[in-house]
């Protein structure tokens, strides 16, 4: 893992930065110093991004999916104005889609062609979902994929993997799990978690 | 363009290794990457498909070699030199050296969030009727063009079934050359696993892909 040691403002070190720390902060003075970019819109984007957007989100969804029958049927019909409706808006989210795992189906989400994630309820991807392996293999061996994640499916049950080639971002809505009646909304988001929603796990199991 | 991205169906990358309780970011400059790529994006110059088809350009050794924010930087790099914002001496020297072009607009980080809440649809009105409809079998076109496109290798040639037929959607395969945005069909297209990867294929799979209506043809 490349950990920067420095402080962002700490110039006088550069030439002991790793290579790309170097590379993109000389990038940025470069736009910063001709006027082209703002660096305090960069730190408002890292916040959204850091503190603001992520599964949670997305773990939300679900639980209301899971408690309101009509959500669940909106979310179904149109995921983007459902979705909207909680909140969670905006960029790579414009256009979403849910897919319902059931007792008979297995959804699981991929972009082979680049790292197309649903960012408005799911935050920015792991490293993993943008990378070769998991893009590669996804496609031709799901079930090799999913033991990696430590899940086995039985034999029968029918995988389906959605692609995202184009602007379409998919949630993947895990079944409720056996125990849960009773739960709160909250609780039952908090078994939800963010490989559930895309397909490479299961929601956590209620505590007995 | 056949390049190095379209990885669906290759087997030699080995294991997937996810990281329990991976953070958003590995480094502070991966935020910085983040925030350089969506900031220089808001001046308006070019559009995501050509900042994807910019990244599918890297030579195969360097996208492979790469993580993802560093062909991120790289490609943005490429579309800053492109379009006139940084010169090879701005780089070589890491300040500004040269001048530059005027953007349509800076980000100022008050405009951030919203602009980060409110995205950046790309559906688009079209008013000719679909060509295609739900449970139709279609094709998808053999072809291997040189431009920028979004229909993948292993689903070329195949057969599969019109699952969902959506609205117009931006044609990444001109707008990634700045050549229009030239709104299309969109579909959702499933195939069968034995279909896209023969006999030995998994027989419960299906996999399904988002095609514009030009990737496709009756079958």
New interface residues.
């Given amino acids: 893992m490349a950990h920067d040691h420095h402080d962002h403002d700490d110039d006088h070190h550069d030439n002991e930065l790793d290579p790309m720390t170097a590379r993109v902060r000389a990038l940025e003075t470069i736009l910063a110093g001709k006027g082209l970019i703002d660096p305090a819109a960069i730190d408002a984007i890292v916040d959204v991004y850091e503190n603001k957007v992520g599964p949670r989100n997305g773990a939300q969804v679900v639980a209301e999916a899971w408690s309101n029958p009509e959500f669940a049927d909106w979310l179904k019909r149109d995921a983007t104005a459902a979705i909207a409706s909680l909140g969670f808006t905006g960029r790579q989210g414009e256009h979403m889609h849910a897919v319902f795992n059931t007792a008979e189906t297995h959804n699981l989400v991929v972009c082979t062609l680049c790292s197309c994630y649903p960012w408005s309820v799911l935050g920015l991807p792991p490293v993993w979902y943008k990378s070769p392996p998991y893009r590669s293999r996804a496609v031709i061996d799901p079930r090799g994929v999913l033991a990696e994640f430590g899940m086995t499916l039985p034999g029968d049950t029918k995988i389906r993997v959605w692609d995202s080639t184009a602007e379409l971002r998919y949630l993947v809505v895990p079944m409720r799990p056996a125990g849960a009646e009773g739960l709160s909304k909250n609780q039952l988001a908090d078994l939800v978690t963010r490989d559930s929603m895309i397909g490479t796990g299961l929601p956590k199991a209620p505590a007995p | 363009m056949n390049g190095p991205?379209?990885?669906?169906?290759?087997?030699a990358?080995?294991?997937?290794?996810?990281?329990p309780n991976?953070p958003?970011?590995?480094?502070?400059?991966e935020?910085?990457?983040?925030?350089?790529v969506?900031?220089?994006g808001?001046?308006g110059a070019w559009n995501i498909d050509e900042s994807?088809r910019t990244?599918e350009s890297l030579h195969p050794a360097v996208y492979?070699g790469s993580?993802?924010?560093?062909i991120w930087?790289r490609g943005?790099?490429l579309l800053?030199q492109r379009h006139g914002?940084?010169t090879a001496n701005?780089?070589k020297a890491?300040?500004?050296v040269d001048p530059?072009a005027t953007?349509k607009r800076?980000?100022?980080?008050?405009?951030?969030?919203p602009?980060?809440?409110?995205?950046?649809?790309?559906?688009r009105p079209i008013t000719a009727p679909p060509k295609f409809r739900a449970g139709e079998r279609v094709r998808a076109r053999n072809m291997h063009p040189q431009h920028h496109t979004?229909?993948?290798r292993?689903a070329r040639g195949k057969l599969g079934v019109v699952e969902a037929v959506?609205d117009g959607?931006?044609l990444p395969d001109t707008n990634a050359h700045g050549k229009g945005e030239n709104p299309e069909r969109?579909y959702?297209i499933a195939f069968d696993g034995r279909e896209?990867?023969g006999e030995d294929?998994?027989p419960?799979?299906?996999?399904?892909?988002?095609?514009?209506e030009s990737y496709l043809e009756p079958a």
């Fill in positions: 991205h379209d990885v669906g169906g290759d087997m990358f080995g294991p997937i290794n996810p990281e991976e958003f970011f590995h480094a502070d400059w935020k910085r990457a983040l925030g350089l969506i900031t220089a808001a001046m994807r990244r492979y993580s993802y924010y560093e930087i943005l790099e800053l914002f940084v701005d780089l890491g300040l500004p530059a953007p800076v980000m100022k980080a008050a405009d951030a969030a602009a980060m809440a409110r995205g950046g649809p790309c559906n979004r229909l993948p292993y959506h959607y931006v969109l959702t896209l990867w294929g998994d419960t799979l299906t996999v399904s892909i988002d095609a514009w």
